[in-house]
C-alpha cells in the first residue's frame, strides 16, 4: 500500500485472464455508434463481436430514453443520414413503435403538414418537414436485437470493457468484466464505441475531455417517462396558449432546479421527460452518483406541479425512469482531423467522407446546409487496429455538442464498422483502408454521399 499526501494506492496483484472468445472485429459499446459498427462490420463479412455492460442494446436511445431520432434530413426532400439508422425507423415502424413524418413529406411547407409536425419538436425547421421520429424505447431494444443477430454479431451482454489490450502500439482486443470474472476478446480492429472514450483512454490514445460548460453536451440526465397523460391535449394548450405554456414549463424547471421539458413519444398517453443538470462530471462516480439522486427527488416534485396545472398531466403517473444516466457529452478523440465548429460555418470537403450531417442550428451557416464527415474524425493518430464510433469522434466542443446526435452516431459507427471490416480483408490497418472502396461500400449500404 503507498500513501501520499493526497491519495491512498493499492497496488492490485497481476492475474492471469482468460481468452474467451476470438473475433476479427470487436466493437465495445452497443448504442447507436456500437450497433452501427456491429452491423456493419458482420454483414462485410467480418466476424464480429459486440461487448455491451447492460442487458440491452441501444445506449442512451433505449436505456436513456432518449426517445428522438432527429435531424436525418436538412429540409429539403431528400435524406442525408440513412442506411442502418434508416433500418432502425424501417423495423418500428413494422412494430408500431415510431412516430414521424413520411418520406414523401419531407421537405414540404404545406400549412397543414407543418402545423401537425411542428407540435414534434425538431420536424419542423425554418418551415419546412425534416425527418425527426419519436420511437418507443422498448420496441427499439427488440428491434435492435434481432438487426444485429440478424447480421450475424455475436454478442456479449452485462459485459463491461474494462481495458484495451495493446500490444507494440497496435490494440489486439479488450479485457472485459461480467458475471463469469475478467475476460479477454481478441480482435484485429478494436472499435471503441462505449460514448465515453473507455478504451481510446485505457490504450492511452490522445483525447479531450474538457468540456464547455455553456453547451448542453456538459450536461447531464436522468429522463422519465409518465404515463396515462394526453399529448394532444397538452400540444393544442402550447399552440392556443403559447405564453401560458411557456411560464409553465419555465415554472417547472425552476421547480426541478435544471431545466426540465416534456415531449411526445409514439403513443398519446405516454411522454417523456428530458433534464438538463449543471456541474456535474460525466466521468466523476460520485457525480453520477447525486445526479440519480438529485434528478429521482425533483422527478417527485414536479409531477404534482404537472398534475395541477398543465392541460394533459392531470392523471399522469411516472412510468419509468432511465436506467441509464444520461450523458451528452464527455471524452472525444483527438485523431486524424479534428471538427470544429469553425468547420460548420465554413463547410470544407473532404475526399475522405464518410457521413454527411444537415445543418442543425445558428452554429451551421445557410451557405453550408451539409458538414462533411471525413474518415479521419474516426481515426486515432499513433495506435493502429483501434477506431472510435459514436459520440466520442474527434471534434472540438462545439461540433461535438451540434452532431452527437443518435442517427449522427449510427452513421459513425457504420463507417467505422465497414472501414475494420475493409481493413481485415485486406489484411491492412484501419489508417491504410482504400478510401474510395469504403465510400463505395457505404454506398452500396444506402448511406448517402457526396
Ligand atoms: C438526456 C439526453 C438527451 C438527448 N437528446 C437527444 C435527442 O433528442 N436526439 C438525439 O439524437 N440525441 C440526443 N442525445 C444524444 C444522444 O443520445 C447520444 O449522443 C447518442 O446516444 C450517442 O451514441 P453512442 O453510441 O456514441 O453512445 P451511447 O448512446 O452513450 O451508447 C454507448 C453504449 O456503450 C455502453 N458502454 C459504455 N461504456 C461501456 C463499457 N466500458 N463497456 C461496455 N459497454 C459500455 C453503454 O451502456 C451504451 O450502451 C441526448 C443525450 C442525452 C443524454
Not at 19 to 39: F, K, L, M, S
Not at 73 to 91: A, F, K, N, T
Not at 262 to 281: A, E, F, K, S
Amino acid at each position: 500500500m503507498q500513501n501520499s499526501a493526497k491519495e491512498k494506492m493499492i497496488v492490485e496483484p497481476a492475474s492471469m485472464v482468460k481468452v474467451c472468445a476470438e473475433a476479427e472485429v470487436v466493437v465495445v459499446g452497443g448504442g447507436p455508434g456500437g450497433i452501427g459498427a456491429a452491423v456493419a462490420a458482420a454483414r462485410s463479412g467480418a466476424k464480429t463481436i459486440l461487448v455491451e455492460r447492460y442487458g440491452h442494446l441501444g445506449g442512451m436511445a433505449t436505456g436513456g430514453l432518449v426517445i428522438l431520432i432527429p435531424h436525418m434530413s436538412d429540409g429539403s426532400r431528400h435524406q442525408q443520414i440513412g442506411g442502418i439508422c434508416q433500418e432502425w425507423l424501417d423495423r418500428l415502424n413494422t412494430l408500431g413503435g415510431a412516430v414521424g413524418p413520411k418520406p414523401e413529406d419531407l421537405g414540404s411547407s404545406d400549412k397543414a403538414l407543418v402545423a401537425h409536425w411542428r407540435r414534434y419538436f425538431s420536424a419542423v425547421v425554418d418551415g419546412t418537414v425534416r425527418l425527426s421520429v419519436y420511437v418507443d424505447p422498448e420496441l427499439l431494444k427488440c428491434a435492435l436485437n434481432d438487426l444485429v443477430t440478424e447480421a450475424g454479431v455475436k454478442l456479449y451482454l452485462h459485459s463491461w470493457g474494462c481495458r484495451a489490450i495493446v500490444e507494440n502500439g497496435c490494440a489486439k482486443g479488450v479485457i472485459f468484466e461480467s458475471k463469469s470474472g475478467r475476460q479477454a476478446i481478441l480482435g484485429q480492429v478494436l472499435i471503441d464505441a462505449t460514448g465515453d472514450g473507455d478504451l481510446f483512454a485505457s490504450a492511452g490514445v490522445e483525447f479531450d475531455g474538457t468540456l464547455d460548460r455553456s453547451l448542453r453536451s456538459s450536461q447531464l440526465a436522468l429522463v422519465f417517462r409518465l404515463g396515462n397523460v394526453d399529448f394532444d391535449k397538452f400540444a393544442d394548450f402550447k399552440v392556443r396558449e403559447p405564453e401560458k405554456s411557456s411560464a409553465l414549463l419555465q415554472e417547472l424547471s425552476q421547480l426541478a432546479g435544471f431545466r426540465m421539458s416534456p415531449h411526445p413519444t409514439p403513443r398519446n398517453d405516454v411522454m417523456w421527460v428530458n433534464d438538463w443538470l449543471i456541474g456535474y462530471d460525466v466521468l466523476n462516480v460520485e457525480d453520477l452518483t447525486q445526479v440519480e439522486l438529485t434528478a429521482r427527488t425533483a422527478m417527485l416534485r414536479v409531477l404534482p406541479f404537472l398534475q395541477k396545472n398543465v392541460p394533459g398531466f392531470e392523471n399522469g403517473f411516472v412510468l419509468d425512469t432511465a436506467s441509464q444516466i444520461g450523458t451528452r457529452g464527455s471524452r472525444r478523440l483527438m485523431g486524424e482531423y479534428i471538427i470544429t465548429g469553425q468547420d460548420l460555418r465554413t463547410g470544407p470537403t473532404h475526399p475522405d467522407t464518410i457521413a454527411i450531417f444537415p445543418s442543425i442550428t445558428h452554429n451551421t451557416s445557410p451557405e453550408h446546409p451539409h458538414v462533411h464527415v471525413p474518415y479521419r474524425a474516426i481515426l486515432p493518430r499513433k495506435i493502429e487496429g483501434f477506431l472510435a464510433a459514436g459520440r466520442s469522434f474527434s471534434s472540438d466542443p462545439v461540433a461535438n455538442n451540434t452532431f452527437n446526435l443518435i442517427p449522427h452516431c449510427v452513421a459513425l459507427g457504420q463507417a467505422a464498422g465497414t472501414a475494420a471490416a475493409l481493413a481485415v480483408k485486406n489484411h491492412v490497418q484501419p489508417r491504410q483502408v482504400n478510401i474510395v472502396a469504403l465510400q463505395d461500400c457505404l454506398r452500396a449500404q444506402g448511406v448517402p454521399l457526396p
